[in-house]
């Protein structure tokens, strides 16, 4: 390997405002030297704007995509939302869904996001038939991962039940092993293939799987040190139902049965006690807030200041992808907060990019990235301060003007563990656009 | 003048759903033809994604622009925030107001908008001190529009107080025109100098205008059937200083004193009784809903639905311009709804998209604006259904797809009465970002 040189016209290089004329070098994939307040060498690349590490979309699924704009028609609820993603989750073949992600992910990439959690339960054929590779579906979103450009860990998801003591329907025959221990026979043969795919564990819910078969997946996830995710208490409905059949709140429930800690991610997290809250903290955990999907889809808005004060820490997923901006979820933060309290600046611009970034990573166990340090991967994001949004930004103002005035619009360069995959806005390798409207048309039964 | 032909892969003329194959003729700067489901003619222009009609910025304080970005640092409430949108006001000259208003402006066409209501208080020179023609920054903000290219309703505030029973403090002085008498003559003097400007009256609030200069405020508003706006209980505190005082909420002043009616805007209205949603529906004013000024601000989330359900019009604002985006705007108000009551579905995309037309041009004066209809305002504004954001789109989804999903980035083409200001998603005559950053420079001090 050669040594690459990148000189920043600003850098983000972790503390509350940016460096000017940050010269990067990166070697093998990796940060190998950093000189702030040097003219620019003659054979960097020049990045214009603010650079800044690599984004994590730490909550993704990936089919969602396809519902975009579609389910916003006439009234209801989560559960009536619920019921149109399933005919979608229906239709997809491997093909169709190696299409449709390959294209998803690299809408993410021109994002400026460099790892995705795939919180991955669309494991079977219709009917639940097996494919002949039981990871079929597994190889395929790791296929489309390196397609796109981005690294992948795969949140392989145990999805037992239809409900509490409820049997899978038709459509969740496709998500459910059988048992947990099929769940995990299942994951130990698959290794992602590749040094840019990881395999963590996520358990659906507390209506999907039982609390045995929970820490049987908790269990998997230590032996392997790998990340355990989970969808938490995005609902009223499922507190309630969690407390009326196991008397506890589902976070209680998945503390009781060893989920949670240092290397757990609760997703959403949006309805919790204060004792719920306490818990996150005292375990350190990782709270995944996907705020656009939770206005979407009227959860609601969770304690996210709380939960940083009680010692959780906070990532961001854009879950449903009812738009793909991780500036757009990392200001949501801030101003659905600001809402629910009367108060600004619970949250700063540089907090928020952390979430964004290393907390991010990190709970993807990608702890070597989301920092521009020597030694992490080479991961560098590039947005521009002269956009219409973003001009009339200074030094001192960039990182608040790129958190809650950007748009993944102004996302131009994207340097992905030393590859540069965007260059000008524009995708080196996928025509981003018309492979989305050709992946979605694919799926699509009806003009809806 | 000769006629314009506009061919659009799909328009929006007001239905649930967008129409494709639409021909639409213009001459003299009004729509005279509408021909739907016909090829292109060889002389129109073509006009790809969904057309639709132009957009109404109801709210706009332009030289908040300016603080975009730099007001998100540290913690504070909405009274903190205004101590540094104050030192802003301060700086400005109606040189460096101009080269910030037609930048301003220019950002607001580039976005769509086709119509401006500039809520306008900063009349005099520091200290008070009358500049030579009294309404010297009303000139300038009519040629920033002129220059900018969109048409501008200068909804003239009349600012008397710091506070009820408050004399103005040094800042506000350049605000203040001493009486309501002394305000309407002022007022008189000004016609806006172009078809393209139209003079409405503003009372700032019930905290910076007593009951009897509200009064004669209306009065002027109703002798010139002008439209008249003012700013609503946008935080509790005002409505505990009214209550205080008069015994009575806001709304209930404001209508005590003659204000309320058709022509009357109520801008915000988010801390409201359950009699004064009533009195605004009753009334039939329209309400300008400002929700990313009213989230960055931390004012809460106002009752649309039950607003709109009592008979009141909603129109939107980008107000602070924290962002200028009318699709966030359109969409936040669907979305914090769902936020604050768990159902999703109360405005539905041709609703939010008529908000951000029809009722807000008609909130600003413009009746004949934001319909594509024969006899109408020439306004055409073209958005990308073939961007990262909107790709997959239908005809059938393509109205919610641009609400829900779409961003200002996504506008390519725009027509405003007749002449093409905004190609290819460039202005043609406003160099946009460039002189955003050189106004903004100018009126900066230091770099916060």
Chains 1, 2 share one sequence.
Do not use: K
């Not at 005292?282 to 996210?304: F, K, Q, S, V």
């Amino acid at each position: 390997m050669t040594v690459s040189r990148y000189w920043c016209e600003l850098a983000w290089l972790g503390a509350g405002a940016a460096t000017a004329d940050v010269c990067v070098e990166v070697d093998g994939g990796r940060i190998t030297g950093i000189h702030p307040g040097v003219p620019r060498p003659p054979d960097a690349t020049r990045l214009d704007g603010l650079t800044m590490p690599g984004m994590a979309n730490a909550h993704s699924h990936a089919f969602h995509r396809a519902l975009r704009g579609r389910t916003q028609v006439g009234t209801g609820s989560f559960w009536t939302w619920r019921d149109q993603m399933y005919r979608f989750a229906a239709a997809l073949t491997p093909d169709t869904y190696f299409d449709l992600a390959r294209a998803v992910y690299a809408e993410m990439v021109l994002a400026g996001i460099t790892s995705v959690g795939e919180f991955h339960y669309l494991h079977h054929a219709p009917g639940g038939v097996r494919y002949t590779d039981p990871n079929e579906m597994s190889r395929v979103l790791a296929a489309a991962a390196a397609a796109a450009g981005l690294r992948l860990t795969l949140l392989d998801t145990c999805y037992l039940h239809g409900g509490i003591g409820v049997a899978p329907n038709e459509v969740q025959r496709r998500f459910s092993d059988g048992t947990a221990d099929a769940w995990a026979e299942r994951v130990a043969a698959f290794d992602g293939g590749s040094p840019d795919v990881r395999v963590g564990a996520a358990i659906h819910s507390v209506r999907a799987v039982d609390p045995r078969a929970m820490t049987t997946v908790a269990e998997w996830a230590a032996a392997h040190d790998a990340p355990i995710h989970v969808h938490v208490s995005e609902q009223p409905a499922e507190n309630e139902e969690c407390l009326a059949e196991y008397g506890l709140t589902p976070t209680a429930l998945l503390g009781e049965q060893g989920v949670l800690g240092a290397r757990c991610t609760a997703v959403h997290a949006t309805h919790l006690t204060a004792a719920d809250v306490a818990m996150h903290g005292e375990h350190r955990c990782t709270i995944c807030m996907c705020p656009t999907t939770e206005r979407d889809l009227a959860d609601g808005i969770g304690p996210a200041r709380l939960l940083r004060d009680a010692g959780a820490r906070i990532s961001l997923g854009s879950d449903s992808h009812a738009v793909i901006d991780m500036f757009e979820e990392a200001r949501a933060v801030e101003l659905d907060e600001r809402l629910a309290s009367n108060q600004r600046g619970s949250h700063d611009a540089p907090s928020l990019l952390h979430a964004a970034t290393a907390d991010g990573q990190r709970s993807l166990g990608w702890a070597e990235a989301g920092v521009i340090e020597v030694g992490a991967l080479a991961d560098l994001v590039s947005v521009r301060l002269d956009s219409v949004r973003t001009a009339g930004s200074t030094a001192g103002s960039a990182l608040a003007s790129v958190v809650f005035a950007a748009s993944a619009a102004d996302v131009h360069h994207v340097v992905v563990g030393g590859r540069t995959v965007v260059a000008e806005g524009l995708h080196l390798s996928v025509d981003v656009a018309g492979s989305l409207a050709r992946a979605i048309a694919q799926v699509s039964e009806e003009d809806v």
